[in-house]
């Protein structure tokens, strides 16, 4: 039998403040830390692909043909998940039983955003200020969406990579805004408010603190924004993303702040980029409050970034207790994956 103090750290479950649900780490299992030798693995891309439906100049399902652009390019997409022309959902239809099963207009506006012109390039390898130029090109989005009188609520985000059912390189994000407010940001609200109840001090201020002092598992930092893999990750790498000074949405951001925002999001991606000496694959979302007029001023919007590798090759399957449960449970502690990427010297 094995001691128990040799599993110290590396098995124990913890709480997940912002979901307000439990993390199990069971490293102790079957992880052993990878340390064998990998080659580059960046697939070549041309910079221009006449088959690409978001290269400049080429036609896409719609029939309507992209423009030449030189910058950011921002389009309607031509097979919206959410649209404000979807279908209406006639009254007699709306509630059943009872109203025990509901159903709704699929309400919202969908869009596509491309980083750059060129087919071959990451948002991890624009140059700083083209990948400032996003977050502002969002901004402008959020500004939008905020005066937006159907829209409450906008999801930004980005599937990096085949492993995450992206079979189209070109560098791009999508803009998801509905009528209902996205679940993961409900949980934050939800827990922000009880935060705030319970110790009356900001939750995301604290969490921030929390990994200054403890350090070990931040992986960039400047004046404006700092990156961690959380105590509480629930996937190897996970990496959250803040703008230092507390902001509901990117809307109320200056250009300084974006910035740093960029710059602090270009470092994780490129460490994420060395380690692996791949592109590394990721979903990665904006967590933003509401955009229904209501008073958010104690949420603080962040960056999500979920890599689905727990090592070059070796995806973590959602299984059983993730899609059967709702629970995550991780073969690798936090620390151990953060210190992976502190040793990355760009
Ligand atoms: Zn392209």
Redesign the pocket.
């Known amino acids: 039998m094995q001691n128990d103090k040799a599993y110290k750290g590396q098995w124990e479950k913890r709480w997940h403040p912002l979901r307000r649900e439990w993390v199990v780490y069971a490293a102790h299992r079957n992880y052993r830390p990878w340390n064998f030798d990998i080659k580059e693995n960046k697939p070549v891309f041309p910079e221009y692909?006449p088959e690409?439906y978001?290269?400049p100049g080429n036609t896409r399902v719609s029939g309507l043909v992209n423009p030449d652009y030189k910058d950011v390019f921002i389009f309607d997409n031509d097979h919206p998940v959410v649209g404000l022309h979807s279908p209406v959902i006639d009254e007699s239809l709306a509630l059943l039983h009872n109203g025990l099963y509901k159903r709704s207009k699929a309400e919202g506006i969908a869009r596509v955003l491309c980083y750059d012109p060129r087919?071959n390039v990451t948002l991890s390898d624009v140059s700083r200020e083209q990948a400032a130029k996003v977050f502002q090109a969002l901004r402008s989005e959020m500004i939008f969406f905020l005066k937006h009188d159907k829209i409450k609520s906008v999801l930004i985000f980005e599937n990096k990579g085949e492993i995450v059912g992206v079979s189209?390189p070109?560098p791009h994000c999508q803009i998801y805004s509905t009528d209902f407010v996205f679940n993961v940001v409900q949980k934050e609200l939800l827990a922000t408010e009880q935060y705030r109840k319970e110790k009356k001090q900001n939750i995301f201020q604290n969490i921030i603190e929390a990994e200054q002092k403890d350090e070990i598992r931040i992986i960039a930092e400047n004046k404006n924004a700092i990156a961690f893999v959380p105590f509480f990750a629930r996937f190897a790498y996970e990496t959250y993303v803040f703008p230092k000074k507390r902001h509901a949405t990117l809307a109320t951001m200056n250009d300084e702040e974006l910035f740093g925002l960029a710059e602090v999001f270009q470092t994780v991606t490129k460490k994420f980029d060395a380690n692996f000496k791949s592109s590394f694959p990721y979903v990665m979302a904006f967590a933003q409050a509401p955009v229904d007029a209501g008073n958010y001023e104690d949420y603080h919007m962040h960056l999500i970034i979920c890599p689905p590798l727990r090592q070059p090759g070796l995806p973590k399957f959602l299984a059983g207790p993730e899609t059967g449960a709702d629970t995550f449970m991780a073969d690798t502690m936090p620390e151990e994956k953060a210190a992976e990427l502190r040793k990355i010297i760009l």
Do not use: P, T, V, W
């Open positions: 692909d690409c978001l290269c087919h189209n070109h």
